[in-house]
């Protein structure tokens, strides 16, 4: 009996630990932005450990610290309020669907989705509100750092006037396409906090047995469902005819198109990749830092290549087939 209390007493803290430290982390991800990869996982983990309802306490926390810190913009808008409502929809939504089991991949693109909505509108609402065009505030600010970048590099161009001008040039370039960059790159930040706080998440709740959720499968063994190829499929070619269109628009939603069809078959070639390590050496520790820091440095040049394995094994399924297993997905 003894024995017993001690156990619970020893859960009722490390319960109220965690709760201690998803209020620290919303705190500090006021200062340091990059921190919401991390810090909804954190709320839905203290949630699970205490009960749903405390996850509201860290986001009432964020929140307060978001109008204490930031003067809101023209109509009373803070983006900050906006973020804070991204990640206690995002933490709910995780523990709710890791709870009840539901699949990682369509996890992490809800995940992905609802991170989405949430940085188009602290982005481009301002300037909305302003009665400007969406991207009016990201194109002003991308404007100064490249007018820093027009000064510094033009000064140390010396007298060279080609080599100025070539600088000129491409941060004029730079600049005209920054409105059909800003949702790829939204996608990608949405993309990236999606997978991060579904895996993070998923580490927290390691060791402790009485929280229940779903099972994910090794990396080298992750795999894009059947059911979402329809839709990639359908996006691409919708994506290809309005650019036969010429729509005016059109260069954006290609480029977005591009982003959401090529990061998960990026992410599916890395696994295969993986798997093709651990299926031919022992010591894979070793070769798995080489191969991954190699990738890295190397990205702009591999990153193509990657899509291409990952469309390869979604179409004809390798892994599965050396193993004689079903396809699998994550």
């Given at each position: ?37 991390v810090v909804p ?80 509108a602290a982005a ?65 930040f949405a993309g ?139």
């Amino acid at each position: 009996m003894e024995n017993n209390n001690q156990t619970s007493n020893s859960i009722q803290s490390g319960a109220w630990l965690a709760l201690l430290l998803a209020v620290l982390a919303a705190a500090a991800a006021l200062f340091f932005p990059v921190g919401l990869i991390v810090v909804p996982a954190l709320w839905a983990y203290a949630g699970a450990r205490t009960k749903p309802g405390w996850m509201a306490l860290p986001a009432a926390v964020y929140t307060a610290g978001a109008l204490m810190l930031y003067t809101p913009l023209s109509g009373g808008y803070t983006p900050a309020i906006t973020v804070s409502v991204t990640a206690a929809a995002s933490a709910a939504a995780l523990y709710y669907l890791m709870t009840t089991r539901f699949s990682n991949t369509y996890t992490a693109l809800t995940l992905s989705g609802i991170f989405l909505v949430g940085l188009y509108a602290a982005a481009c609402l301002p300037s909305v509100l302003a009665g400007k065009g969406a991207f009016a505030a990201v194109q002003a600010a991308m404007d100064e750092v490249i007018a820093f970048y027009r000064t510094t590099f033009v000064q140390a161009a010396g007298a060279d006037a080609q080599y100025a001008s070539q600088v000129n040039e491409y941060l004029d370039s730079f600049s005209k396409a920054v409105p059909t960059m800003v949702v790829p790159a939204l996608c990608i930040f949405a993309g990236v906090m999606g997978l991060c706080n579904l895996l993070f998440f998923r580490l927290f709740c390691r060791k402790r047995k009485e929280i229940a959720i779903s099972p994910i499968r090794e990396f080298r063994f992750w795999a894009l469902p059947r059911s979402m190829m329809f839709g990639l499929f359908a996006l691409l070619v919708g994506a290809l005819i309005l650019e036969w269109t010429g729509w005016q628009y059109a260069e954006s939603l290609v480029n977005t198109v591009n982003v959401l069809v090529g990061m998960p078959l990026l992410l599916q070639g890395l696994a295969v990749v993986d798997f093709l390590i651990v299926r031919s050496s022992r010591k894979t520790t070793g070769q798995r830092t080489v191969t991954y820091v190699l990738i890295g440095v190397l990205f702009g040049l591999v990153e193509m290549p990657l899509m291409l394995l990952g469309g390869f094994e979604q179409l004809f399924h390798f892994r599965a087939r050396t193993q004689g297993l079903p396809p699998q997905s994550l």
